[in-house]
C-alpha cells in the first residue's frame, strides 16, 4: 500500500539478530558463502529484495501476523520495540544521553545508530589502494536489502570544484607523461636523423637537404593573441602548412635511427624491402620522370632505395655459405657456454642472445622475446638455454648478466663464467643438439624445480623443433647493438672518406673542364655530374657497405684462426724447485 | 570507535553461550580478541564425522567494521588437521569471499562465519588444495587481510 511511509518504527520488527539462531532452517537450507543465516531465515519476516521497495511495508504487516505460527524466536523475551543496531549489537535498552540517535535508512528491517552507520560507510568509502582516490566511490548499499542509504552531506562548492579538478589531474596523469616521453624521443630522433645525413652526405648536400626545416625550427612562434582573429587563423594555416610540405622530412628523418637499430635484427626484415615501394609510390619524381634504372649515376634516392634488398641478399649469401661453418667453429670453441655472442658483426647480422643471463623470468634484468619465424639465422640457442634455465631459478635475482663477447675476450668473462658453479657441470655433456634436447627433457624432472620451470624447458624443446626462436636480450646486449646501429652512419661516412683517399683521383672528382659550353663559360649543370664517386653520399653508401664486408671477412678469419689455436693448446705441467716434483720433468 | 569491539563482542560472547547450530562449538575466548571454535562437517565423506577442526579467531579493534581473520589451527594435542578444501591453504588461510575487505559487512557475525565456513565445507567435492598452495604457504609473509584473493570459482 503506497500511502504507507515507509518507516514504521511503532510496528513490530524483528531484527536479523534474534533470528540467527533458527538452526533447523540454516542445516537445510542451500547456503550461500556470503550470507547463511540471514537471508535465508528472513525471507519469512523481511522483505525479499526481488520486491520492490513498495511492497515491503505491506508483507510485513501480514507477514507479522503470522509471526506467532512461525518458527520459535528464541530472543522474544524481548520487548517487540526493542531496537538493535546491527553493527555493534547494543539495543535501545542500552542508549545513554551520549548514544548517537537511531537511523533507518532502507526499507528493511535495519536499524542502527547513526554513528556506527557513519564509521561503517567511511569504512567502505576508503579506497584500496590511494590511486583510487579520486574516483567517486561506489554506492553505498545495505548489506541485506542492497537499496541504496542516501547520505545527506554538506555542499561546499570550493570542495567540490577542488576535488573535480583532481579528477580530471588524476585523468590526464598519464597521457601527459606518455606524449611527453615520445615527444622526448621523436626530437632525440630528429636530432639523431640530422647527424645520419650530414655524416652520410656530408655537409653541403646534407645542408640542402635539411634546411627546410632548420628553417622552420628557428622560427618565432606565433603569438596568437596579439592579432586578430582572421590574421591569426591565416598565420597559423601558413605554419601548419609549411611544415606539411615538408612531412618526409619530419616523418623519415626520426625513423632513420630506428631503421638502424631495427636492421640488426630480423624484426623488421619484412617491413623493410617494402619501404622502397613507398618510396618510389610517393615520391614526386614518379610524377615528372619515369625512374631510370639504366642510367648510370643512379640517383641517390634510388641508391638508398635499394639498400634494404643489397642487405637481404648480402645477409642470405652470408648465412647460406657461412653460417654452418660459424656455428660449429663457435661451438668447438666455447663448449661450455654453447653461445657466443656475435657482437662481431653489425650492421647485417643479428645480435645472438646471451645465454647464461637468460630465461629467469624472475630476473627483473633480462626480458625474453620470443619470436616466430624462419628468418632466424642464428643458431639454435633454445636447447643449451632452457638447460640454464633450471638451474637458475633464483639466483640471477638481480645480477648484471655478462656478456659473452667474443672469443677473444673470453679470459675476462672466466670469472663471471664461474659464478655459478653448478651451471659448469651441467653443461658439459652438451654439444650435440639431439642429446642436449634429450638432456633438456630430463631436467624438468628435477624435484628442486618450482611448477613454472619445467614447463619452460619442455616448451623450449618443442620451440627448438618447430623452428621458433627466442632472443634475448640482456642490457648490455641490448645497449650495444643499439650503439652500433646508431653509429652506422657515422661509420659509413668516416669510410667513405678513406675510400676517398684509397681511389684514384679521376674517380671522384668532378672535372669540369669537360664541360664549357659555346660561350667558354664552364656549365655545372645537372648534365655534368660527375663520375658515381664523386658524390659524398655515394662514397659513404659503398663506404658502408665495404666496411660491413670487411668486418664479416676478418671475424671468420678470425674464428677460424681462434679455432685452429684452440685445438693447438696445451697443459703444461708444474716445473718448480720444490722437489716434490720437476726432476726429470718439465 | 574501539569500544565498539568490546561491547559487540561481549554480546556475541554471550549469544554464543547459549544454542548453537550443529557441529558448532565455542573452545575458548578468553581473550576477547581471540576465540577458538571447533567446526564438524556434517554429511560430507571428504571429512569424517569423528574428525573436528580448528579455527580461531583473530578480532582488531574496529571489529565489526573491519573483517575478523579467520584461520584454520593445525594441532597435535588435541589432534586438529586443516581441511583439504580447494580453497583452504595447507597454512590454515581461507580464501572467502566473506572474510574479506569488500565481502564482509558488519551484519555477518562469528556463528554466521562458522556456518558459511561449515556450508563452504560440506558442500565440497574435491579434495585437495588450491593451486600454487606450497608456493604460497613458502613464501606468504602477509596478513590473510592483506592478500588479494581472486575469487573466480563459484563452483566451490
Known amino acids: ?209 635539411l634546411r627546410p626545416m632548420l628553417q622552420n625550427v628557428i622560427r618565432p612562434p606565433i603569438e596568437v593573441y596579439l592579432d586578430t582573429p582572421r590574421e591569426a587563423v591565416d598565420k597559423m594555416l601558413g605554419l601548419i602548412v609549411d611544415h606539411l610540405v615538408h612531412w618526409r622530412l619530419y616523418v623519415g628523418l ?146 648484471q648478466a655478462p656478456p659473452l663477447e667474443q672469443p677473444p675476450i673470453q679470459d675476462d668473462e672466466d670469472d663471471e663464467q664461474a659464478d655459478p658453479p653448478p651451471n659448469i657441470l651441467d653443461h658439459r655433456p652438451q654439444p650435440i643438439d639431439p642429446q642436449a634436447d634429450e638432456l633438456m627433457n630430463e631436467r624438468p624432472a628435477d624435484p628442486q624445480q618450482p ?37 652506422f652512419p657515422t661509420i659509413a661516412g668516416l669510410s667513405g672518406d678513406i675510400l676517398k683517399l684509397l681511389l684514384p683521383a679521376a674517380w671522384t672528382t668532378i672535372q669540369l673542364a669537360r664541360s664549357t659550353n659555346f660561350f667558354g663559360r664552364r656549365i655545372a649543370g645537372p648534365s655534368a655530374k660527375g663520375p658515381f664517386f664523386s658524390e659524398r653520399w655515394a662514397r659513404s653508401l659503398v663506404g658502408g657497405c665495404l666496411f660491413v664486408v670487411v668486418k664479416d671477412a676478418v671475424g671468420l678469419y678470425v674464428r677460424w684462426k681462434m679455432v685452429e689455436m684452440h685445438r693447438r693448446r696445451r697443459v703444461l705441467d708444474y716445473a718448480g724447485q720444490d722437489g716434490r716434483r720437476g726432476r726429470g720433468r718439465v | 570507535m574501539a569500544g565498539m569491539s568490546g561491547k559487540r563482542l561481549q554480546k556475541e560472547l554471550a549469544k554464543i553461550q547459549g544454542v548453537l547450530p550443529p557441529g558448532i562449538s565455542l573452545v575458548s575466548a578468553e581473550d576477547l580478541r581471540e576465540w577458538q571454535m571447533d567446526l564438524i562437517v556434517p554429511d560430507n565423506p571428504i571429512y569424517p564425522p569423528d574428525e ?28 586438529r588437521k586443516i581441511p583439504m578444501h580447494p580453497h583452504i591453504y595447507s597454512n590454515g588461510i581461507i580464501c572467502l569471499d566473506l572474510l574479506d575487505k569488500q565481502g564482509w559487512s558488519p551484519v555477518h557475525n562469528v556463528e554466521s562465519v562458522c556456518i558459511s565456513i561449515q556450508s563452504m565445507l560440506a558442500s565440497n567435492t574435491k579434495a585437495e588444495r588450491p593451486p600454487g598452495d606450497a608456493e604460497f604457504v613458502r613464501s606468504n609473509r602477509s596478513r590473510p587481510r592483506d592478500i588479494n584473493f581472486l575469487y573466480h570459482d563459484p563452483t566451490v
Open chain 1, 451 to 487: 611448477p613454472p620451470q619445467p614447463a619452460p624447458a619442455p616448451a623450449a624443446a618443442a620451440a627448438a623443433a618447430a623452428g621458433e626462436r627466442r632472443l634475448s636480450f640482456s642490457p648490455t646486449t641490448l645497449a650495444s647493438t643499439i650503439l652500433g646501429a646508431l653509429l
Open chain 1, 1 to 209: 500500500m503506497a500511502s504507507l511511509p515507509p518507516r514504521q518504527h511503532s510496528q513490530r520488527r524483528v531484527s536479523p539478530e534474534q533470528q540467527e539462531p533458527h538452526t533447523q532452517q540454516v542445516s537445510q537450507s542451500s547456503v550461500r558463502a556470503h550470507s547463511a543465516t540471514s537471508e535465508d531465515s528472513q525471507t519469512l519476516f523481511i522483505h525479499d529484495p526481488t520486491i520492490e521497495d513498495t511492497q515491503p511495508a505491506q508483507e510485513q504487516e501480514q507477514q507479522q501476523t503470522q509471526l506467532p505460527t512461525g518458527a520459535p524466536l528464541p530472543g522474544s523475551r524481548e520487548d517487540p520495540d526493542l531496537k538493535t543496531c546491527w553493527i555493534c549489537f547494543a539495543d535501545s535498552t542500552e542508549d545513554t544521553p551520549t548514544t548517537s540517535p537511531w537511523r533507518d535508512p532502507c526499507p528493511c528491517a535495519l536499524v542502527a545508530h547513526e554513528e556506527c552507520l557513519l564509521d561503517w560507510i567511511a569504512d567502505l568509502e576508503l579506497p584500496k589502494n590511494a590511486r583510487h582516490r579520486a574516483i567517486r566511490q561506489p554506492k553505498i548499499e545495505c548489506p541485506q536489502c542492497k537499496s541504496e542509504i542516501k547520505l545527506a552531506r554538506p555542499r561546499n562548492y570550493i570542495v567540490d570544484a577542488v576535488r573535480a579538478l583532481e579528477r580530471v589531474g588524476a585523468r590526464t596523469v598519464t597521457p601527459g607523461a606518455l606524449t611527453f616521453l615520445s615527444a622526448s624521443l621523436y626530437q632525440s630522433s630528429l636530432t639523431w636523423g640530422m647527424h645520419s645525413i650530414y655524416a652520410v652526405f656530408g655537409s653541403d648536400d646534407g645542408y640542402r637537404i
Open chain 1, 254 to 399: 626520426p625513423l632513420i635511427s630506428p631503421m638502424l637499430i631495427l636492421s640488426r635484427t630480423t624484426l623488421a626484415d619484412s617491413l623493410l624491402p617494402v619501404l622502397p615501394v613507398l618510396f618510389f609510390a610517393t615520391s614526386q619524381h614518379a610524377v615528372t620522370e619515369p625512374v631510370d634504372f639504366t642510367h648510370w649515376s643512379p640517383s641517390a634516392g634510388l641508391c638508398f632505395a635499394i639498400l634494404p634488398y643489397v642487405r637481404a641478399a648480402y645477409n642470405s649469401y652470408h648465412e647460406r655459405v657461412w653460417g654452418a661453418k660459424i656455428r660449429r667453429w663457435t661451438k668447438e670453441i666455447q663448449p661450455r657456454s654453447g653461445q657466443a655472442q656475435d657482437d662481431a658483426d653489425d650492421g647485417v647480422q643479428n645480435p645472438v642472445a646471451d645465454n647464461q643471463a637468460q630465461a629467469d623470468d624472475d630476473d627483473g634484468n633480462i626480458f625474453e622475446v620470443r619470436i616466430d619465424g624462419g628468418i632466424w639465422d642464428e643458431w639454435e640457442e633454445p636447447p643449451a638455454e632452457a638447460q640454464q634455465a633450471p638451474q637458475q631459478p633464483r639466483r640471477r635475482q638481480n645480477q
Open chain 2, 52 to 79: 573436528e577442526y580448528r579455527l580461531r579467531f583473530h578480532f582488531s579493534a574496529n571489529y565489526p567494521i573491519e573483517a575478523p581473520e579467520v584461520v584454520f589451527m593445525l594441532l597435535s594435542n588435541p589432534e
